[in-house]
């Protein structure tokens, strides 16, 4: 499909770019009025999942969307909450599901989460489809949003018939660009975030898994790329760093993709470089497209009203999802 640029701006003049546009929600917006009915399922390896349903309260078919959250992100993060609370209200069930470790308990074997683990992803998808749902979309944020991605690639022109199409929001299709350009200055607010998070995690694991987790070069971890080459790759049976970025970035799934799928990412994200996506090959492509805007910067797309609820990816989601055929 052709490139679709958004050229109108979104955001308001008081968020001047990327940054405040990212920062801004993250910091200050609050969503009331979900409510979460939490359950666990095991995983293959004895492990669990937390998954956190909001229930639509209409009557008839019932359609599902689910839901993947970014890096050490939760289903209670506001680009989540958001988007239930508006596909809540017209008519949609929504699962927001929490990636192991994430979700306020640690899981219980030595692995985490990482970018292309779409086992869990296809997981929650099955399970989903054991409690009878039919119609089921896929919304994926940052993390998120590659893995799915990688998910609907792997799955090619074989995926399940239930699956609709999916939407994903500023997703890091080339997972070393992106790592590396969280290493520039301008970001290391953000880098230093996520390993505020990581790294505590890790050490807690190294207790419980010594023989998997050791801690001799851990005071060396100094961004996000020696994390992911020192515990990510290492723990997911990776060689190394690049060799975990090259078999997971999503651009290298994109061809086989097989449903209606939507991919939305800004022009001044700080994370993800606009121009590390693979532009040509979304361009040929007959069923993803690429929506790029102006701005709104990494899952920001708050709208310039004030008055407004809901975010722009919010609404352009529930657009998305009107398109696709309700069973």
């Not at 694991?205 to 998997?212: H, L, N, Q, T, V």
Request: proline share 5%.
């Amino acid at each position: 499909m052709p490139l679709v640029q958004i050229s109108s701006k979104i955001s308001p003049f008081w968020l001047p770019n990327g940054h405040f546009q990212s920062i801004y929600p993250a910091l200050f917006r609050q969503v009331n009025g979900i409510k979460y009915f939490r359950e666990k399922i095991v995983t293959p390896d004895d492990d669990f999942l937390s998954l956190d349903w909001s229930y639509a309260q209409n009557e008839g078919p019932r359609s599902l969307v689910i839901l993947s959250h970014g890096l050490e992100g939760d289903s209670t993060r506001q680009y989540i909450t958001g988007m239930v609370k508006l596909l809540n209200q017209h008519g949609f069930d929504c699962l927001a599901w929490n990636f192991r470790s994430c979700g306020g308990e640690m899981n219980q074997t030595a692995r985490f989460y990482h970018s292309g683990a779409t086992e869990d992803l296809d997981a929650v998808t099955q399970y989903a489809f054991q409690k009878g749902y039919t119609d089921v979309r896929l919304v994926g944020f940052s993390l998120g949003g590659n893995l799915t991605l990688k998910y609907l690639g792997e799955q090619g022109a074989a995926i399940d018939s239930r699956i609709k199409g999916s939407i994903v929001f500023s997703v890091p299709m080339d997972l070393k660009a992106c790592s590396l350009a969280i290493i520039e200055p301008r970001n290391q607010i953000y880098m230093h975030r996520f390993l505020k998070s990581l790294k505590p995690k890790v050490v807690e694991k190294a207790r419980f898994f010594p023989e998997r987790i050791r801690l001799d070069n851990h005071r060396l971890v100094k961004t996000l790329y020696d994390f992911d080459d020192v515990y990510t790759a290492r723990l997911h049976g990776f060689d190394c760093a690049d060799h975990y970025y090259a078999e997971c970035s999503s651009m290298h799934f994109i061809e086989p993709i097989s449903i209606p799928t939507m991919i939305v990412n800004a022009k001044n994200d700080p994370i993800v470089p606009f121009e590390s996506l693979p532009l040509e090959v979304l361009r040929a492509h007959a069923d993803v497209l690429l929506l790029a805007t102006e701005d709104g910067g990494h899952c920001g797309f708050r709208p310039a009203r004030l008055k407004d609820e809901f975010y722009w990816s919010e609404t352009r989601a529930l657009e998305f999802m009107t398109t696709l055929r309700r069973d």
